[in-house]
């Protein structure tokens, strides 16, 4: 069974990321939580820089959220929680992200459109598929 290797799940609110995560680089997996208190995986990505900055940034965006129809008329849940794990840098918060990516499915099952991109500077290849620069 893959493994995040996170810490959460917790409520993907404004106060809860604010009073949880940090400024450092890491990476993050927004996802649902079940009435039974699971977790399923819809988006893992990272943050170069400032992690609790770029999961408020999700949260303003509404990633991951359905559309207007889906919302009226019922559908894919919505996203309510969120894990995260801090990096020491970019580069280690990259090969993280890739490492998530691949065990939970890449772009055919995660709501990620697309490889994770490397961040500036770093040539180092994907682990798990060799991919450079995404």
Do not use: W
């Not at 949880?20 to 995986?41: C, H, I, Q, W, Y």
């Amino acid at each position: 069974m893959a493994s995040l290797d996170m810490d959460g799940p917790f409520a993907l609110e404004r106060k809860v990321i604010q009073n949880t995560v940090g400024d450092n680089p890491g990476n993050f997996a927004l996802g649902t939580m079940s009435e039974n208190k699971r977790f399923a995986v819809r988006i893992v990505g990272r943050s170069d820089g400032n992690l609790q900055q770029t999961l408020l940034q999700e949260l303003k965006r509404g990633t991951g959220q359905p559309g207007f129809f889906a919302r009226v008329f019922g559908g894919k849940k919505r996203i309510n929680a969120f894990k995260f794990s801090l990096a020491r840098d970019a580069e280690a918060a990259y090969s993280k992200e890739c490492r998530n990516f691949h065990n939970f499915g890449g772009a055919s099952k995660l709501a990620n459109k697309e490889h994770p991109k490397p961040p500036p500077g770093v040539t180092t290849p994907c682990e798990h598929c060799k991919t450079k620069g995404g």
